[in-house]
């Protein structure tokens, strides 16, 4: 059961769903992508850049960049910070590894699609 269902408290929103067919699933589709692209772009490549001019080594840029991550999802609650954390631990470890930001926004945009749908 998720944090949000037994800690109401700890969710300060929740989305209205989209009742026209044709926009769900298109924000589903386009609207998710472009969360995913921009979040990845800000949270992966602009961080890492930013940490590794810092002086920063890459366990210092893999734990700031997921707390970084991790707020940036702090309006839906406890729980959804906790898994950002952790999520954002991966892909920033994963990113660091590839170099490449585009396998991170298709996994992003999976993992939305399948959670929001």
């Known amino acids: 059961m998720p944090i949000s269902q037994w800690a109401d408290w700890t969710v ?3 989305y209205r769903r989209i009742e026209d067919p044709t926009l769900y ?3 589903l589709s386009v ?5 995913a692209a921009s979040e990845e772009l800000v949270c992966r490549r602009l961080a890492f850049g930013w ?3 810092a002086g920063k080594n890459g366990f210092q840029i893999v734990a700031i960049s ?6 940036a999802h702090w309006a839906r609650g406890l729980g959804n910070i906790i898994l950002a954390l952790l999520v954002g631990l ?3 470890a994963l990113y660091l590894q590839l170099k490449r ?4 926004v298709v996994a992003h945009w999976l993992d939305d699609f399948i959670a929001f749908s």
């Open 90 to 92: 991966l892909y920033m």
């Open 12 to 14: 300060l929103f929740r």
């Open 66 to 71: 997921a707390v970084l991550f991790a707020f």
């Open 101 to 104: 930001i585009w396998p991170l």
């Open 25 to 27: 699933w298109l924000d």
């Open 51 to 53: 940490l590794s001019s």
């Open 31 to 35: 609207g998710l992508l472009l969360v």
